[in-house]
């Protein structure tokens, strides 16, 4: 009975993340985790607490992740394959139940209101830094539906938003227990408040001091192209990337992930150079060949030159497969050849001394690899995608609003370019401007005004460290107190 009430408690927490967004849930979810843990941490076997948690981490990530299936079913010859994905699933639940038992063993004395947000942030931060690929898993994606919410991306960055946001859910549970939690509850309140209300008028203080603005006209396009339709030649393809620049009068044309159908070992692009006006500016994505080697390409195209970034952060099991000589049989689904990594720093300037940071597909969940000393006065960000793997429903809107809470934290505007949807236009508050619908073809303008905002980023590494600094101390203090 414990096992399928845990199973349910990790199903009914994903319905959080986007697109549900049920998040009144929350207060009902995490006070009852709460109630359970309080109860009956001291009486249970550290194996029977890990086979407890490993449901919750089944129900939660089956729900959650259930969309990674949708790539096996997009070519004939490798949907027999498609149950490889549970066993990602096994493998993040035994991860999460693992971390979960050792930090509830070591806090044993610490109030389970506090204990519990370390739990799933500590578990979050560690999938995220050594597994390679999922900073899909965030708790500051709960905040992304809402702009006033997504404040705190900006402010505090995704580790510590993801703690507060769980330290609100508990909240509720001050009231199911003795009336000393109350005190406790005070105590670590006046001990973050300080830096958080500093952090606040900084923040409002810089914006509004700020006045410098620039505009640029852009048009993107959503071409929809399929990945697996036979009769959508590479020259079809190209006719209709010429037409689009024929028809656009604005300075700078985006189009998604790999839209330019031909493999390129030149950077000449003849035909695309002379269909611009003299203004315009292309950016799309390309697959290069370079000294017998592959890169997932931005390509930044203008009359006179052609600027480029490589894909840095590759999917495994996708671009490049691990152990490739050990997994030959993985083959069929990924192919003979791995793409290889990009060693180009990530900016690219524009004229009018304009420059962006190129993103290339799920990079943007990366969110310590983006921004560095190069590009961090940059305009904006560019991320060009192709979310016609993730399927219809839960992969590309989760991929949507991850990049949505790239936009707040960075404080810094986005241009989301998906060759399939959802294409926008996000400010850097995180809210969206414009945008298009998933699996349709469009096209539309945009005239993007833009400051040179000011971001947190380094306060964001203050408040990690910050965060865990919280947790020692407070687990002193109650270990003292119960000593």
Not at 211 to 218: D, E, H, R, T, Y
């Amino acid at each position: 009975m414990s096992i399928l009430i845990y199973l349910t408690l990790g199903l009914s927490t994903s319905l959080l993340f986007p697109p549900y967004f049920f998040l009144p849930l929350g207060f009902i979810i995490f006070p009852f985790f709460c109630l359970l843990l309080d109860l009956n941490r001291e009486n249970h076997s550290n194996l029977n607490i890990f086979k407890k948690f490993s449901f919750f981490g089944f129900g939660f990530f089956i729900s959650y992740l259930f969309w990674v299936k949708n790539p096996f079913f997009v070519f004939e010859e490798t949907k027999n394959f498609f149950l490889v994905f549970l066993l990602l699933i096994i493998l993040l639940s035994v991860i999460l139940s693992l971390i979960f038992t050792i930090i509830l063993k070591l806090g044993k004395n610490v109030p389970v209101i506090f204990l519990i947000p370390f739990m799933f942030t500590s578990s979050e931060y560690i999938i995220s830094l050594f597994f390679y690929g999922f900073p899909w898993f965030t708790f500051s994606l709960i905040l992304s539906s809402n702009e006033y919410l997504l404040l705190s991306l900006k402010s505090f960055g995704t580790l510590f938003s993801s703690y507060l946001i769980i330290q609100t859910f508990c909240i509720p549970f001050i009231f199911l227990t003795k009336a000393n939690f109350r005190k406790e509850l005070r105590y670590l309140s006046l001990f973050i408040a300080l830096p958080i209300i500093s952090l606040l008028i900084s923040n409002f203080n810089s914006e509004k001091n700020n006045s410098k603005v620039k505009i640029i006209n852009l048009e993107i396009f959503q071409l929809n192209f399929k990945n697996n339709d036979q009769s959508l030649t590479d020259d079809k393809k190209l006719q209709r990337i010429i037409k689009h620049i024929n028809e656009s009068t604005s300075d700078l044309l985006i189009f998604g992930e790999n839209n330019l159908p031909y493999l390129l070992d030149d950077l000449e692009l003849k035909k695309i150079k002379d269909s611009l006006k003299e203004n315009q500016t292309i950016i799309i994505g390309a697959t290069r060949y370079e000294n017998n080697k592959y890169y997932n390409s931005l390509l930044s195209i203008n009359s006179i030159n052609v600027a480029y970034f490589d894909k840095k952060i590759l999917v495994p099991f996708g671009e490049f497969l691990p152990l490739r000589n050990s997994l030959t049989f993985l083959e069929s689904i990924v192919g003979t050849n791995n793409y290889s990594k990009g060693k180009i720093e990530r900016i690219i300037n524009l004229p009018n001394n304009i420059s962006f940071i190129p993103v290339i597909c799920y990079e943007i969940v990366f969110y310590w690899k983006l921004l560095n000393k190069f590009n961090n006065k940059s305009n904006f960000v560019v991320n060009i995608t192709n979310d016609f793997w993730f399927g219809d429903y839960l992969g590309p809107y989760q991929h949507f609003y991850l990049t949505k809470i790239r936009a707040a934290e960075f404080n810094k505007p986005i241009i989301r370019v998906s060759n399939n949807g959802i294409s926008a236009v996000i400010d850097n508050n995180g809210a969206v401007l414009n945008k298009t619908q998933l699996n349709k073809t469009e096209n539309f303008k945009h005239k993007l005004s833009f400051k040179e905002n000011n971001n947190y980023v380094s306060f964001h590494l203050i408040f990690k460290i910050y965060f865990f600094i919280i947790f020692i101390l407070s687990s002193f203090y109650y270990l003292r107190k119960n000593a």
